[in-house]
């Protein structure tokens, strides 16, 4: 009994962490910006997911990672009882669905990333820098 109230304090730390929003680090928007677009055809993440290309107008080449699933969900009433020619409401089902997920959305102008913006819920580390030793970010001043 001593032990309850940390244990449901435990408990609901890890519910609401759970339940957190995932974190988009300005580091790992930041790694792409002037990135070869050759960095990105061989991103290991990245070359898992659909891609959806863009172009503007203005020649910026918009392109679309996409990670997410699509989801359905049902509430209604499974029984319909007849009443003469006509059904009564509790027959119907009312569903919904949609689609969650991260559209890792990358912005392109003459084959160097201009901009690196996650949108939905996505969560971003180390995982989505380029791969490429040639490709890595150069430290300040470095050659």
């Known amino acids: ?3 309850l ?3 449901l304090a435990v408990g609901l730390s890890l519910l609401a962490s759970a339940c957190a929003d995932p974190v988009v680090r300005q580091q790992d928007l930041d ?6 677009v050759a960095a990105l055809d061989t991103q290991t993440l990245f070359r898992t997911l659909s891609m959806i ?4 107008d203005s020649g910026i080449e918009i392109r679309n990672y996409a ?6 969900s049902c509430a209604g009433s499974a029984s319909a009882i007849a009443v003469g020619s006509y059904v009564s409401a509790d027959a119907f089902a009312n569903c919904t669905s949609g689609w969650v ?7 392109i102008k003459d084959g ?4 690196y913006a996650p949108t939905g819920r996505c969560y ?5 820098w380029p791969k490429n030793r040639d490709m890595q970010p150069k430290a300040a001043g470095g050659v």
């Open 1 to 3: 009994m001593k032990h």
């Open 5 to 7: 109230p940390v244990t």
């Open 31 to 36: 790694v792409w910006v002037g990135m070869p």
């Open 53 to 56: 290309r863009t172009i503007t």
């Open 67 to 72: 990670s997410g699933r699509g989801f359905a």
């Open 101 to 107: 997920g991260c559209n890792n959305i990358f912005q």
């Open 112 to 115: 160097k990333v201009l901009e």
């Open 124 to 128: 971003t580390n180390e995982s989505v």
